[in-house]
């Protein structure tokens, strides 16, 4: 069964090499290209050295890949640390008194002869196996780190190899040179010589227990000189920390005797350092991290405190909220320079911070921030050009709509009149506020293209916008082209209206001559019918001379006048009330004399009909006047005096508007004395 540290281990390392298999963005272009211009122009010249600068190009994307790689690993994971060791716990053995109460010098005898016969760690072989381990081992490391330092700053993964492969040397070298004297004293002749072939076995055990003493001494040995290089005394020789790779190392590579002398199974010697010296180191190597991290910790803290708002959320909550809400165009701006001059001040921090134990690279967490700071800012950006396009779009539809109204053709005077209106409020006061707008546009225009690469769709958006006040101009004067062109139109459609309008009052006054003439009492109702036409044609015609002095104002012409109208009223209002009078009469004799006889009202009748007789008489009279009156001009205009003929006169009996108010007269009178 695999211990939890060593499933840790290998979780650890798998999730790490899928990481670094994983694909990571490359280098951008214009990173390369910025390096590639501070090459000299002299080096670019030759084949050879373009070739040797594309190859300088692919190591520093190789490195800036491999920087991505070892960011995201040491950020997503964490090397696990090796748990303490729980000492093992000293059971005190209890000694046991002696029992005298037996005899025992038999026994000890006996007990001595043993000791003597199996004490191999006795023989003389041994003191010299001791002193070539102690001249071998005494001076020796496993991994000397003294001038670590001076190199310079490394990375504790290539420290931890740099150590292995130290490891791995050293153990070579101990294999090569002690091993094989060891070997070849605890097999030669005389060292054999004393020892009883059953005795063998055990004499080896012996040797390999002393060969894994002298291992441990120089584990432990290594190990502390290690650890006491964190010592707070020795921090001018204190390199990174990789420990894991030492404390954790034995020498599994060392066969017993038996084993190198069969050349059959492969087992190995117990060079392992103790437990409790490794819970030492640990716990020392623990306590020196933590003081020489504390002022790594304050460092990063220091980022912490001023930009983790960048990228805990608060950040991205705000700009989300400013977005939402009603800002102007200069509340964006001073929120983008906010991100852009946090970004830049992020930047001008140090890439390098050197503590005791720790140089701290930070390029990668200040491009990150810098880019974050970035990102808000090109957020905000971006819905700034929105907002500038929208406006943009919207002065255009507004110089579209003047445009459309300056072209349009009028179709009568009011039309003019709305046109010239809208022109004249237009020139005076709207082109002023577009202008204004188109004002702000370029301030917004001069901002964006300092902090932005605009598209070329807007671009060409901006270019229209600018363009428009020329352009307007230009359909002004389309306008009064137009304007003019539908004046003279009006002006000769005025004239054809006036033609018209004297024609339809040369109908209308013929119309009337007609009337007088009507006497047919059948015909009352077609009678009424006639009239109420002339009435409603002229009151067309009375709307339509309304529009042509309109029009005629307009124009700044003489208004006409037409009296034809006048005449007309006053002569058809009497023949109105003389044929509705006849026909409201029709109607009231035929229900007396066709409804119910019950229905009957003889006072009211007597009523009625005396206030019909009296609207004839007096409708007698008016057109007996007329006619009195037309014959005196007559005279006048003959310069002869004649008799005035009585109202019996024969003769005016002869008119038939006279002759129809006597007809009915009769009829009342007839149907009163019926009554």
Not at 263 to 272: E, R
Request: charged letters at 30%; proline letters at 4%.
């Amino acid at each position: 069964m695999l211990s939890e540290e060593r499933k840790r281990r290998m979780n650890y390392v798998f999730l790490r090499q899928r990481l670094e298999s994983r694909p990571f963005t490359p280098i951008q272009q214009q990173w390369l290209d910025a390096i590639v211009s501070r090459v000299p122009p002299k080096l670019k010249e030759s084949p050879q050295t373009t070739k040797l600068l594309q190859e300088l190009c692919m190591e520093v994307s190789d490195d800036f890949r491999n920087v991505i790689v070892k960011h995201t690993v040491d950020t997503v994971l964490k090397d696990p640390q090796k748990e303490e060791l729980i000492s093992e716990k000293q059971t005190a053995t209890q000694t046991k008194s002696l029992d005298f109460s037996q005899p025992w010098h038999d026994s000890f005898i006996r007990s001595r002869k043993m000791i003597k016969t199996n004490l191999h760690v006795l023989h003389p072989v041994m003191q010299i196996i001791l002193d070539i381990g102690h001249t071998t081992f005494s001076p020796l490391v496993l991994v000397d780190l003294s001038g670590c330092r001076a190199s310079g700053s490394v990375d504790c993964k290539s420290l931890q190899n740099k150590m292995a492969v130290e490891c791995k040397r050293t153990e070579d070298r101990i294999m090569n040179t002690w091993f094989p004297k060891v070997i070849h004293l605890l097999t030669s002749k005389e060292t054999l010589k004393g020892v009883k072939e059953e005795k063998l076995d055990s004499f080896y055990d012996c040797a390999s227990t002393l060969i894994s003493n002298q291992l441990k001494s120089l584990l432990q040995t290594s190990v502390e000189e290690f650890v006491n290089l964190f010592d707070p005394s020795n921090h001018h020789r204190l390199p990174p920390l990789p420990y894991d790779s030492l404390c954790h190392h034995k020498y599994s590579a060392v066969q017993t005797v038996q084993s190198w002398l069969t050349q059959t199974t492969s087992s190995f010697v117990d060079a392992k350092v103790a437990d409790h010296i490794l819970a030492w180191a640990q716990d020392t190597l623990k306590t020196a991290l933590c003081r020489n991290l504390e002022e790594t910790d304050k460092h990063f803290q220091s980022y912490v405190d001023n930009y983790d708002w960048l990228v805990n959320g608060t950040a991205q909550a705000r700009v989300e909220m400013f977005m939402e809400e009603e800002h102007s165009f200069d509340q964006y701006t001073k929120q983008v320079e906010e991100f852009r001059a946090l970004s830049k001040e992020i930047i001008r921090l140090p890439a390098k911070a050197h503590f005791t134990m720790v140089h701290l690279d930070c390029e990668e967490l200040k491009q990150g921030l810098a880019n974050k700071a970035k990102t808000y800012a090109e957020i905000l950006l971006k819905k700034m050009i929105t907002s500038h396009r929208e406006q943009n779009l919207q002065i255009c539809s507004e110089f579209e709509t003047i445009r459309k109204k300056a072209l349009k053709v009028p179709e009568n005077t009011e039309d003019m009149t709305q046109m010239i209106d809208y022109i004249n409020f237009i020139k005076t006061k709207g082109i002023a506020e577009l202008s204004e707008k188109i004002k702000e546009a370029y301030g917004r225009v001069i901002y964006l293209l300092d902090v932005h690469i605009i598209e070329p769709e807007d671009l060409e958006l901006n270019t229209t916008v600018f363009r428009w006040p020329e352009n307007i101009l230009h359909d002004f004067e389309l306008s009064d082209e137009v304007m003019q062109s539908a004046k003279l139109k009006g002006e000769q459609e005025l004239l054809a209206k006036r033609e018209r309008l004297m024609v339809q009052l040369e109908k209308l006054g013929r119309r009337i001559e007609e009337f007088p003439h009507c006497s047919e009492l059948d015909m009352m109702q077609q009678y009424v019918t006639d009239v109420r036409t002339v009435q409603k044609l002229l009151q067309e015609a009375e709307e339509t001379i309304s529009f042509i002095n309109s029009e005629e104002a307009f124009y700044k012409w003489d208004l006409t006048c037409y009296p034809e109208v006048e005449v007309i009223k006053e002569s058809i209002e009497p023949y109105q009330k003389l044929f509705g009078l006849v026909l409201k009469w029709q109607r009231t004799e035929n229900r007396w004399m066709d409804g119910s006889f019950q229905d009957l009202d003889g006072e009211s009748m007597e009523v009625k009909v005396d206030e019909f007789f009296r609207e004839i008489f007096k409708t007698l009279k008016f057109f007996q006047q007329k006619q009195n009156k037309a014959e005196q001009e007559m005279e006048k205009i003959a310069g002869k005096t004649r008799r005035r003929p009585s109202e019996d006169d024969p003769r005016k009996l002869e008119n038939p508007t006279i002759l129809l108010c006597s007809t009915v007269m009769e009829q009342i009178k007839e149907f009163k004395v019926c009554m």
